[in-house]
């Protein structure tokens, strides 16, 4: 890999391998990856399943761990396709897919978007898509699925994991756009995710340990939750996310 931006991170990674040839090789395709996410374990391990390049095609040029570097990497290398975290710091997916607009919409060397997240939200799903990515595949996907679905978004496809096709064919078969919710526009992404978590029944301690962060993080992130819906507690909280269907 040459030169990638790298931050810190923690744990993760894609499971198998990447599809070989009867001849050993990868039939002469090739296909350059830029990796987003902000756990560097997770990176590591993506890029060890699948960026051997002699046997899977892919050549990893570049990783990043938030917003910023992400846009500053994308647009330094130029890969075909780009595996994006939907939760980073910074402003999310969503906002590097707005900044990387121009890339994506280049006719002649486009840079298309695959979602690779631990989250299987529908309004994660069909945000990151409105926002011009190709697919969404969960992080449970094998490395030989992933380096398929790579291949696949670099032709034009459109990629999901099974279950989440559905989030998306229901959002774009309506004719009615979906109600903005400003009262959750309001949250950050984390802060969506550790809302989610809260309404599922999870206690703070299983929070931390899921979201790769500290009990007193997620106390701070439910605190900011309840102040900006203004709740008086998670038992409110649980039912305003189920009433909105999130949970």
């Known amino acids: 890999m040459s030169d990638p931006t790298e931050a810190n991170g923690t744990a993760?990674?894609?499971?198998?391998?990447g599809p070989v040839d009867a001849g050993g090789g990868t039939g002469g395709r090739r296909v350059r990856v830029v990796l987003v996410d902000d756990h560097r374990m997770f990176r590591t391990g993506?890029?060890?399943?699948?960026?051997?390049t002699e046997q899977t095609g892919v050549e990893v040029v570049g990783e990043a761990a938030d917003v910023d570097q992400a846009v500053t990497v994308i647009t330094a290398t130029r890969p075909e396709v780009v595996l994006l975290d939907v939760h980073l710091p910074g402003g999310g997916g969503v906002e590097v897919l707005r900044r990387c607009a121009a890339l994506m919409a280049d006719a002649e060397r486009p840079v298309r978007f695959l979602a690779l997240s631990v989250s299987d939200a529908a309004e994660d799903v069909i945000g990151v898509i409105r926002g011009g990515a190709r697919g969404y595949v969960t992080k449970t996907i094998t490395g030989t699925d992933l380096v398929?679905?790579?291949?696949?978004?670099?032709?034009?496809?459109?990629?999901?994991?099974p279950r989440l096709a559905g989030f998306v064919l229901d959002a774009f078969a309506s004719t009615d756009?979906?109600?903005v919710d400003e009262d959750l526009d309001r949250l950050t992404q984390r802060e969506r995710e550790v809302l989610r978590l809260i309404a599922r029944g999870y206690a703070y301690k299983e929070i931390a340990?899921?979201?790769f962060i500290s009990v007193?993080?997620?106390?701070?992130h439910v605190s900011a939750v309840l102040r900006k819906l203004q709740l008086s507690n998670r038992h409110e909280l649980t039912r305003w996310a189920t009433a909105r269907r999130l949970v």
Do not use: C, H, M, W
Request: aromatic share 6%; charged share 25%.
């Open 12 to 17: 993760g990674s894609a499971e198998g391998a």
């Open 46 to 52: 993506v890029q060890a399943e699948i960026g051997q």
């Open 148 to 161: 398929d679905s790579v291949f696949r978004v670099q032709e034009g496809d459109a990629v999901f994991s």
């Open 177 to 179: 756009a979906p109600p």
């Open 209 to 211: 340990k899921q979201l």
């Open 216 to 220: 007193k993080t997620v106390e701070s």
